[in-house]
């Protein structure tokens, strides 16, 4: 390429090679949803006649319209696959997006990094394509490995090509939100932040249509054209040309705003802050919560607000529970059908509290490959009270998002007339911290002793996630069930509470923390 792309080639080739094994989790770790729910709907729903109660028995009910849209052609395989995860891996395909674009645009040149390469032969537009053309390597190797899966399992050619045509068109709007957003504002925090609140909009949106009285609304949201592809009933191909024309007319726009600006800035101009600093920023403590507190706040209103939601559809899902044919197996039991569901949902919010505290700490390595930390440290500042400070961020901030989850559950609940009290979703939330806190350990030794592998800190939470929650309906081995932290926490509320594996975990979690401490202490900072 030469003129205004010189350089793209080369850029590209950097940026996969060094997001190789991030982009590798992505990818598998998104393309497991739907082929796993397509493997398991036979053993799940084995009859015509369960397929088709549980068709009538969804369908009658708004909350699940709300959530992942109306259930339609849900009495086969493909059509409750595509009904049951296609939304929401159009939705991390987005964020993975985001991520991904962000990085190398907008962080890139707040490091310095963009100006540096610019010195050489680089084309104006080639640091944008070489981001966006990441983006969209990932989001069609995700979307090849969900039709290749899918076809594996018996799904037809056509509905397996229209669901991955869509998941990855829809989630790669957002590369072109990101896009905007990185020429717009002056940091990569505040890009990310505004591109994921656009996303959390248009899912709003597309759940206001979807639930409401406005079926309509749902044409105005990205995520809402994914629903619409209908792959597995009657596919309507030609709304595959919503996505397409968001994706070039958002790419353009950025395009052009990147002609209209200097390097380094935004079109909108930073806020500058005071001239001297307040005393909540003369400690290492209290700079590293100004560089934490937006994520805090975010996530735990995030959380919060999912919390709600769930609490609004427990007694819906108890009574679906009730009319299925498991349902006879807690009759008479004493086994709560609202209690059951709560704490299986808490349990989700745990693996989400944890992917905040990996990444809270993750922000530690971040600053150090920056260069930032060797100004810190030039100062007298210790290896371990920096090192700390975002550690107890992200244990604690980790801590309040999940206990802002359960308190949610549990308002919204007793307000919807469930069987379950806000104490008990509150302790059932504070009974996920020790398995959270172990999983932020392990990223904390990796950190401090192989930091270069500080990146498995995801794969932890990953295979966590698969293992206690697709890890039965698979049949694998209680073995590598146990493997994961989250399957030892006691299900409250309505189980028993066992003090061993918590104490256990707890253990693990100080264990790892104290390695990661003398790791950093001891090792050459990159």
Same mark, same amino acid.
């Given at each position: 390429?030469?003129?205004?792309?010189?350089?793209?080639?080369?850029?590209?080739?950097?940026?996969?090679?060094? %997001?190789?094994?991030?982009?590798?989790?992505?990818?598998?770790?998104?393309?497991?949803?739907?082929?796993?729910?397509?493997?398991?709907?036979?053993?799940?729903?084995?009859?015509?006649?369960?397929?088709?109660?549980?068709?009538?028995?969804?369908?009658?009910?708004?909350?699940?319209?709300?959530?992942?849209?109306?259930?339609?052609?849900?009495?086969?395989?493909?059509?409750?696959?595509?009904?049951?995860?296609?939304?929401?891996?159009?939705?991390?395909?987005?964020?993975?997006?985001?991520?991904?674009?962000?990085?190398?645009?907008?962080?890139?040149?707040?490091?310095?990094?963009?100006?540096?390469?610019?010195?050489?032969?680089?084309?104006?537009? $080639?640091?944008?394509?070489?981001?966006?053309?990441?983006? =969209?390597?990932?989001?069609?190797?995700?979307?090849?490995?969900?039709?290749?899966?899918?076809?594996?399992?018996?799904?037809?050619?056509?509905?397996?090509?229209?669901?991955?045509?869509?998941?990855?068109?829809?989630?790669?709007?957002?590369?072109?939100?990101?896009?905007? =957003?990185?020429?717009?504002?002056?940091?990569?925090?505040?890009?990310?932040?505004?591109?994921?609140?656009?996303?959390?909009?248009?899912?709003?949106?597309?759940?206001?249509?979807?639930?409401?009285?406005?079926?309509?609304?749902?044409?105005?949201?990205?995520?809402?054209?994914?629903?619409?592809?209908?792959?597995?009933?009657?596919?309507?191909?030609?709304?595959?040309?919503?996505?397409?024309?968001?994706?070039?007319?958002?790419?353009?726009?950025?395009?052009?705003?990147?002609?209209?600006?200097?390097?380094?800035?935004?079109?909108?101009? =930073?806020?500058?802050?005071?001239?001297?600093?307040?005393?909540?920023?003369?400690?290492?403590?209290?700079?590293?919560?100004?560089?934490?507190?937006?994520?805090?706040?975010?996530?735990?209103?995030?959380?919060?607000?999912?919390?709600?939601?769930?609490?609004?559809?427990?007694?819906?899902?108890?009574?679906?529970?009730?009319?299925?044919?498991?349902?006879?197996?807690?009759?008479?039991?004493?086994?709560?059908?609202?209690?059951?569901?709560? =704490?299986?949902?808490?349990?989700?919010?745990?693996?989400?509290?944890?992917?905040?505290?990996?990444?809270?700490?993750?922000?530690?390595?971040?600053?150090?490959? %920056?260069?930032?930390?060797?100004?810190?440290?030039?100062?007298?500042?210790?290896?371990?009270?920096?090192?700390?400070?975002?550690?107890?961020?992200?244990?604690?901030?980790?801590?309040?998002?999940?206990?802002?989850?359960?308190?949610?559950?549990?308002?919204?609940?007793?307000? $919807?007339?469930?069987?379950?009290?806000?104490?008990?979703?509150?302790?059932?939330?504070?009974?996920?911290?020790?398995?959270?806190?172990?999983?932020?350990?392990?990223?904390?030794?990796?950190?401090?002793?192989?930091?270069?592998?500080?990146?498995?800190?995801?794969?932890?939470?990953?295979?966590?996630?698969?293992?206690?929650?697709?890890?039965?309906?698979?049949?694998?081995?209680?073995?590598?069930? %146990?493997?994961?932290?989250?399957?030892?926490?006691?299900?409250?509320?309505?189980?028993?509470?066992?003090?061993?594996?918590?104490?256990?975990?707890?253990?693990?979690?100080?264990?790892?923390?104290?390695?990661?401490?003398?790791?950093?202490?001891?090792?050459?900072?990159?």
């Amino acid at each position: 390429m030469t003129g205004a792309f010189t350089g793209t080639w080369v850029l590209l080739a950097h940026a996969l090679r060094i %997001d190789r094994m991030r982009l590798t989790f992505w990818v598998l770790g998104i393309a497991v949803m739907p082929i796993t729910t397509y493997a398991t709907y036979d053993r799940l729903y084995p009859t015509v006649t369960d397929r088709v109660a549980l068709e009538g028995v969804l369908g009658a009910n708004p909350a699940f319209s709300l959530i992942m849209g109306p259930p339609n052609a849900i009495s086969s395989a493909g059509g409750f696959t595509a009904w049951r995860t296609l939304l929401f891996v159009t939705i991390f395909i987005g964020v993975m997006c985001i991520l991904t674009v962000v990085r190398h645009t907008r962080t890139d040149e707040e490091a310095g990094r963009t100006e540096l390469l610019s010195a050489q032969c680089v084309g104006r537009y $080639a640091f944008l394509t070489a981001a966006l053309s990441t983006a =969209a390597i990932a989001s069609v190797a995700t979307g090849a490995v969900i039709a290749l899966g899918l076809m594996l399992f018996g799904s037809s050619v056509a509905g397996a090509l229209a669901s991955a045509v869509a998941v990855t068109l829809g989630g790669y709007v957002f590369a072109g939100v990101a896009v905007v =957003a990185a020429q717009m504002v002056s940091f990569g925090r505040t890009a990310i932040s505004i591109s994921i609140g656009i996303l959390g909009l248009d899912y709003l949106v597309r759940a206001w249509g979807d639930a409401g009285s406005m079926p309509w609304m749902t044409w105005s949201a990205s995520l809402g054209w994914t629903e619409h592809i209908q792959a597995y009933s009657h596919p309507v191909w030609w709304t595959l040309i919503l996505p397409t024309t968001a994706c070039v007319v958002l790419i353009t726009a950025g395009c052009v705003v990147r002609a209209h600006r200097d390097l380094g800035r935004g079109i909108l101009a =930073a806020h500058h802050g005071p001239a001297t600093a307040s005393r909540a920023l003369s400690g290492t403590f209290g700079l590293s919560w100004r560089l934490h507190r937006a994520r805090v706040m975010s996530w735990v209103s995030g959380l919060t607000i999912y919390g709600l939601i769930v609490g609004s559809i427990v007694t819906s899902i108890s009574a679906l529970i009730a009319r299925a044919p498991i349902g006879a197996l807690f009759k008479g039991s004493g086994v709560n059908p609202d209690e059951l569901f709560v =704490a299986q949902a808490i349990g989700l919010m745990g693996i989400v509290a944890s992917i905040y505290g990996i990444q809270a700490m993750l922000c530690a390595r971040t600053e150090e490959t %920056d260069g930032r930390v060797e100004l810190l440290l030039s100062n007298p500042l210790s290896r371990t009270r920096w090192f700390a400070s975002h550690l107890v961020i992200a244990l604690i901030g980790s801590a309040l998002v999940i206990i802002g989850g359960g308190l949610g559950t549990g308002v919204s609940a007793q307000i $919807a007339g469930a069987h379950v009290t806000v104490q008990g979703t509150v302790g059932a939330a504070c009974l996920q911290i020790p398995a959270i806190w172990t999983l932020i350990g392990v990223t904390a030794l990796l950190v401090g002793v192989v930091p270069r592998a500080s990146i498995l800190g995801w794969a932890l939470v990953t295979a966590s996630f698969m293992v206690s929650f697709f890890g039965p309906l698979l049949q694998l081995p209680r073995l590598v069930i %146990d493997l994961s932290v989250f399957t030892h926490v006691p299900r409250m509320p309505g189980g028993t509470v066992t003090a061993a594996p918590l104490i256990i975990m707890s253990v693990i979690a100080l264990v790892a923390i104290g390695v990661g401490i003398v790791g950093i202490r001891r090792r050459a900072l990159s």
